[in-house]
């Protein structure tokens, strides 16, 4: 069990963590985190919290193993963090950030765990008073049902920029997110966190789910639509200074298991409102701002937000 402080991330861990919106991502982490014996509290909508309040978290996971852990629940934080992970899919962000005061994470790591880059505007100028970080999360997980997650990716690794941030205080949550069982890279490069994660993740997202498939299908359907996502990201990442490796990611397109199926695909298949903005609204400002043609992406995002609208 991690040892931990209760009153500041400086010491020896990371400190009282909040997780807002316990979904297959952050239900995973305040699941892992707090199954180690970190200070963990879970922020949801009301019958979310409710039921994670009666019941646990039950996590089934192809890299922690099943478990059920119980975690305090509420619908609105009234208790400082020292860490505030942040999770809910973008379509959510705005209204979820009302359940955790700025106040309650005055001197907190922020850490969200959102798709896409725009988001880090919105939580610097939310949390003002905060360490925003720049993070990323490689991982396939799912919400089931409240309180309970099914994550199926043979791998849960995160990358954490130190973004200004204490150091020591960076590295006693990764460390304690390693001893919770999952993989943490820590970085000096921000950019490169977020924008290594949005190549392989835009092309997926807008590929997958307009082909209306999984990985395996989509690369030997359209295969040059992956291949020409991730190029038209790297044009863009270039444009602002940022080199990425289009052929690392073509091969992570490849290695990535058959039946591996994106969030956004998963929305559309449970006719939930997408990310297509939040993901492919978020590169075409960006290639208009930098001059970077991106037919591809404006192809697949037309199509897609015709598809959010019938939804």
């Known amino acids: 069990m991690s040892a931990h402080t209760t009153d500041s991330g400086s010491a020896a861990g990371p400190g009282r963590i909040t997780v807002l919106a316990p979904g297959g991502v952050g239900g995973l982490l305040a699941g892992a985190l707090a199954r ?48 505030l992970i942040v999770a809910p899919k973008a379509t959510a962000l705005e209204a979820s950030l009302k359940r955790v005061p700025p106040e309650l994470a005055e001197g907190a790591l922020v850490v969200p765990l959102l798709n896409g880059f725009e988001h880090m505007d919105l939580l610097r100028s939310h949390y003002a008073g905060a360490h925003v970080l720049a993070a990323a999360i490689r991982v396939e997980s799912t919400r089931t049902e409240p309180g309970r997650i099914a994550q199926t990716s043979p791998f849960a690794a995160l990358d954490i920029a130190y973004s200004g941030a204490p150091q020591e205080r960076v590295e006693n949550l990764a460390a304690a997110l390693r001893s919770a069982g999952l993989q943490v890279r820590l970085s000096d490069d921000e950019d490169g966190v977020l924008w290594r994660k949005f190549q392989f993740l835009l092309g997926t997202a807008l590929v997958c789910t307009h082909n209306r498939s999984d990985i395996g299908t989509a690369r030997a359907q359209r295969r040059d639509d992956l291949v020409a996502v991730a190029e038209e990201v790297a044009a863009v990442a270039s444009a602002n200074g940022i080199d990425l490796d289009t052929g690392r990611v073509v091969e992570m397109f490849d290695a990535a298991p058959v039946p591996t199926k994106p969030s956004m695909l998963r929305d559309r298949e449970a006719g939930r409102p997408m990310e297509v903005d939040a993901l492919g609204g978020a590169l075409l400002r960006a290639a208009r701002r930098a001059g970077v043609s991106v037919p591809v992406v404006e192809r697949l995002v037309a199509d897609l937000r015709r598809v959010d609208r019938a939804s």
């Open 36 to 83: 180690d014996g970190h200070p963990v509290t879970v922020v949801a909508t009301e019958s979310t919290a409710d039921r994670i309040a009666a019941h646990g978290l039950r996590i089934d996971s192809a890299v922690l193993g099943d478990f059920r852990v119980d975690v305090p629940a509420v619908s609105a934080a009234t208790e400082p963090a020292d860490v």
